[in-house]
């Protein structure tokens, strides 16, 4: 089901609800092109993965539906940001990662043919083993010894 | 409890830990954050749940503004607590907890790496706990959200809190992981340990490998005294020509001796060496593959089949190549620097240190320059893994290239691809010959250091005093120079065949330390005859010891019946004959064969009575005749064709190029999905089983082919208990007894027309629903 303009409301424990005239509805949000247009063209769907509503443009909301939209949005897409790579190891058959993100230190594994999923502005995300995403800001914003890890293991 | 060291890998692989410890290493080797619940979160759960146990946890490791924090998701019989971190609370923690019986709504929120877990109160629906938590946490999380949305408890078998937290934590990490590794010492230990059989002939090996080190320092010293003893003094005038001839023919035949020799001694070393290292890989692959087969179906769906081959094959390669080369190579170098050393220093001290001060410096540059190339060639390689990922891609779909027209844009993206591994790899050579020519300066910059004190002493300094160094001396050092470089050079290739070695020495290892899920009996009970009779009492399964897929199945299949099993995927259907297989043993309740708990039988008799036939049957690379007589192998000519005729195979064997000699499987001729299933049946009737294991035999076949199958199942399942899987209901319209299954639980029972009686019953719908899709589309 498409609706055009659907009335959403965000509770205090942080679900998203569409508002009907028969029901609220809890739904959680998937970005249709999280990674190329992310706000946008965005599904909302209930607890058994049906769709609720697909919102084209969150702007063509109300304002306090796309507030709400807005912060599940947010929560959904969170990543964890890297700031700083301190070192990158071989431990068999992984690769261990130290690194620093937006949230603090972190340590996580990818597999040794690490796959890379490069983004439109030049950064880059890594999916660590358990399927946590890591995001990469491009190469220039770090410092030197991050960049040369970079250089090696990701661009 | 072993500690981590940064210089070492830091996990559990010391066989005498427990399971248990082996996890918890791992989660502090790898994941940095706690190992278990704290003991003061447990304690005070536990005062406010009047003394109830903490029965299962998870961390929430994220606040609601998405910042790192280690909060504690805690669930006990009958309560189920919050503990996050609360400076300000009396033991820095906040205890928030509710009855499991308020509990509405459990729901998870999945972001791309932040997840939610809310709570819900069952009379208002109000928020009673919301957690949230990164995708590293979901496996802990998953098992307690199973048991809430369940509402179930913790079935009996469960293991521990601690035990399950560490399991889930620690699950993906061994998964991806091919190895729970150790300390490279302990590995080395253990492979040498392979050599044990063949000790003798190792220790002829490493004496003949000294030996030849030994007869390797003669020549340079004879070459000194030819110098010094003969030509010097024969020049001065001082040697008679008849005793030169005399002193330089024993001196050559030295030398020849000591070169023949030396080639000799090599050869011994080589040849046993080589020999031993193709045994030891022969040894290992043995035990490797004889323990593969020992072990059950769960290790081979955990594992890539690629995986697993790699470890048969090219790991125990690559440690022939280490017992073969390695391991002598390093001894031998040890023993020449550590030898050569020494003689530089006794022939002459001055010069000597000239040499061995600058070792250490010249073994960091040595190491440095790797590390550096190790960087650029990983670069290089993930440049090559693009490049071959274009050929993944493209070769299977070439189909759908050409369909789409797409040959150029594809020509151009390997093109492009290619480039940069061109790029990339000149990168790596621009490295390697920046780094060898320097590195060869530097030992040339010491030989020049020695030239010089050499010629300084030679000539008695600028005084010209009397000299204090022989020219035979000086060129017996200078030789004895060259040799000592050689070793400096192994050890820095070694440090890299080390790693590589060590690796697939884990890689295998790991496979060996694995233990079979079953219990195998050691002396098995061997029903002669199998008559057929399956009872199921109360079975229980779960695979991750959490969630039930098997929820108290309880049914009896007499000898000779036909038991259908009919519900929707995910219902345990498969599990349930995967425990008839014996591949999987019940977590509870009881199988018996005959009245013989399952248990107690002897597998591989029990198997041969035992016939499968699958929904996608698997055919070996080999002719049709091989997979026929797979189980079998004295089956007849008559035997096999009688079989195929009996399973509808007999006909479209013959039209195929090479009849029952066509090759088949993995690289063979492309046989149809209901080919392949009327083989598998013709190889189930030559089987003969007692007990007939039928898994959708015809679920993917159209409708003449799907009548053939049935002919050819119809006559295999006389006489014999069949106990078949069908997504066509049609197929079990006959059998004895139809079992429903619905989430882990017979929900119906009875024969077709007793279950087609059920007002509104599971099977009645399935049976319409199908029934009207089949009229719809056989139109």
Redesign the interface.
């Known amino acids: 089901m498409t609706s055009p303009t659907p009335h959403l409301r965000r509770?205090?424990?942080?679900?998203l609800f569409v508002e009907t005239p028969e029901a609220e509805i809890?739904v959680?949000v998937r970005p249709c092109f999280?990674w190329t247009d992310p706000q946008r063209h965005v599904s909302l769907r209930d607890?058994e993965g049906v769709e609720v509503a697909l919102v084209e443009d969150p702007a063509a909301l109300a304002p306090e539906s796309a507030a709400a939209l807005r912060t599940a949005l947010a929560?959904?897409?969170?990543?964890?940001e890297i700031t700083r790579i301190e070192s990158v190891e071989k431990?068999?058959?992984?690769r261990?990662w130290s690194v620093e993100t937006r949230?603090?230190?972190?340590?996580?594994?990818t597999?040794l043919?690490?796959h890379v999923h490069p983004l439109a502005d030049g950064g880059h995300l890594i999916r660590?083993?358990?399927?946590?995403?890591y995001l990469l800001r491009p190469a220039d914003r770090y410092d030197p010894r991050t960049r040369k890890l970079l250089?090696?293991?990701v661009? | 409890m072993p500690t981590t060291s940064p210089f070492s890998?830091p996990t559990g692989f010391d066989p005498k830990l427990s399971p248990l410890d082996r996890d918890r290493a791992l989660i502090r080797g790898?994941?940095?954050q706690p190992d278990r619940l704290p003991d003061e979160v447990r304690r005070l759960a536990e005062a406010e749940w009047d003394g109830d146990p903490v029965q299962l946890y998870a961390l929430a490791d994220?606040t609601?503004e998405?910042?790192?924090t280690s909060s504690w998701i805690l669930l006990g019989p009958r309560r189920v607590a919050v503990a996050t971190p609360d400076p300000e609370a009396p033991q820095g923690w906040r205890i928030e907890s509710f009855d499991r019986e308020t509990i509405g709504e459990v729901?998870e929120?999945?972001?791309?790496?932040?997840n939610?877990l809310?709570i819900r109160r069952t009379d208002d629906g109000d928020?009673l706990a919301?957690v949230r938590y990164?995708?590293?946490q979901?496996?802990a999380m998953g098992n307690l959200i199973y048991l809430l949305q369940e509402r179930t408890a913790l079935p009996s078998t469960a293991e521990g809190a601690d035990e399950t937290y560490a399991a889930a934590m620690t699950s993906?990490?061994k998964?991806?992981?091919?190895?729970v590794?150790g300390h490279q010492m302990a590995v080395v230990w253990r492979l040498i340990g392979y050599l044990k059989p063949y000790r003798a002939k190792v220790a002829l090996g490493i004496v003949a490998g000294l030996l030849m080190t030994l007869v390797s320092l003669a020549p340079p010293w004879l070459t000194g005294a030819l110098i010094d003893k003969v030509l010097r003094p024969f020049e001065a005038g001082t040697l008679a020509h008849r005793e030169a001839w005399r002193m330089s023919a024993w001196i050559l035949a030295g030398v020849l001796g000591a070169y023949a020799l030396r080639t000799v001694l090599a050869w011994i070393r080589m040849r046993i060496m080589a020999f031993i290292g193709e045994w030891v890989a022969r040894d290992l692959r043995n035990d490797l593959y004889e323990h593969l087969q020992r072990l059950s179906i769960s290790f081979f769906s955990k594992r890539q089949t690629g995986s697993i081959i790699t470890r048969v094959s090219s790991d125990t390669d690559r440690l022939w190549d280490f017992v073969a080369f390695g391991m002598v190579e390093v001894s031998l170098s040890a023993f020449m620097v550590v030898g050569l050393g020494a003689i530089l220093l006794w022939m002459d001290w001055r010069l000597g240190l000239l040499v061995i001060v600058p070792v250490p410096f010249l073994l960091w540059y040595i190491r440095r320059c790797g590390r550096i190339i190790h960087?650029?060639f990983?670069?290089g390689w993930?440049k090559w893994?693009d490049l071959t990922g274009v050929l993944a891609d493209t070769i299977p779909g070439i189909r759908v290239v050409k369909a789409f027209h797409q040959e150029d844009h594809e020509k151009a993206r390997f093109k492009e691809r290619n480039r940069i591994v061109v790029d990339e790899f000149n990168r790596v050579h621009g490295a390697w010959t920046n780094f060898q020519p320097i590195q060869l300066l530097l030992m040339h910059l010491v030989a020049v250091a020695v030239w010089t004190a050499a010629v300084w002493r030679m000539l008695g300094g600028m005084e010209g005093a009397a000299p204090t160094l022989t020219t035979g001396e000086f060129v017996a050092f200078l030789l004895y120079l060259g040799m000592f470089f050689m070793p400096i050079e192994v050890f820095s290739r070694m440090t890299w065949m080390l790693n590589r070695s060590v690796?697939s020495a884990?890689?295998v290892f790991e496979i060996l330390d694995t233990e079979p899920a079953s219990r195998i009996p050691a002396r098995g009970i061997r029903l002669e005859p199998v008559k057929g009779r399956v009872a199921f009492e109360n079975v229980r399964f779960t695979y991750d010891g959490v969630r039930p897929v098997l929820k108290g199945i309880s049914f009896v299949a007499e000898p000779g019946q036909m038991i259908g099993l009919v519900g929707p995927s995910g219902s345990g259907k498969t599990t349930l004959m995967n425990l008839i297989a014996r591949f999987y043993d019940p977590t509870d309740g009881s199988i018996t064969i005959d009245g013989t708990p399952l248990a107690d039988l002897d597998v591989g008799h029990y198997r041969r009575q035992l016939g499968m036939v699958m929904q996608d049957p698997f055919l070996f690379h080999g002719t049709i005749l091989d997979n026929l007589r797979y189980g079998l192998p004295e089956a007849t000519p008559g035997q096999i064709i009688e079989a195929a005729r009996a399973a509808s195979a007999h006909d479209f064997i013959c039209r195929l190029p090479h009849a029952y000699e066509t090759i088949v499987g993995e690289r063979g001729h492309t046989l149809s999905g209901g080919e392949r299933q009327r083989i598998a049946i013709a190889r189930a009737i030559l089987h003969d089983p007692r007990i007939l294991l039928l898994d959708e035999a015809t679920s993917s076949v159209d409708t003449e082919t799907e009548r053939s199958i049935q002919n050819a199942l119809a006559r295999l399942v006389q006489g014999r208990t069949t106990i078949a899987i069908a997504h066509r209901l049609s197929t079990v319209t006959r059998a004895d007894l139809i079992l429903v299954l619905k989430e882990g639980r017979i929900v119906e029972t009875g024969r077709h027309d007793d279950l087609m009686a059920i007002e509104d019953g599971v099977y009645r719908n399935l049976y319409r629903m199908q029934s009207e899709l089949h009229q719809m589309y056989a139109v």
């Not at chain 1, 929560?75 to 964890?80: C, D, I, Q, S, V």
């Not at chain 1, 949230?103 to 996580?108: E, K, M, S, T």
């Not at chain 1, 660590?128 to 995403?133: H, V, Y």
């Open positions: 509770s205090a424990d942080g679900q809890p959680s999280p607890a929560e959904a897409g969170f990543l964890l431990r068999f058959e992984l261990d949230q603090g230190p972190r340590r996580f594994q597999p043919d690490l660590d083993i358990t399927g946590d995403l250089w090696t293991f661009e | 890998p790898f994941l940095d994220l609601a998405l910042t790192f729901t929120s999945r972001g791309l790496s932040a939610v809310r928020t919301t990164t995708s590293r979901r496996p993906e990490i998964d991806a992981q091919a190895t590794a960087g650029i990983l670069r993930r893994a690796s884990h890689r």
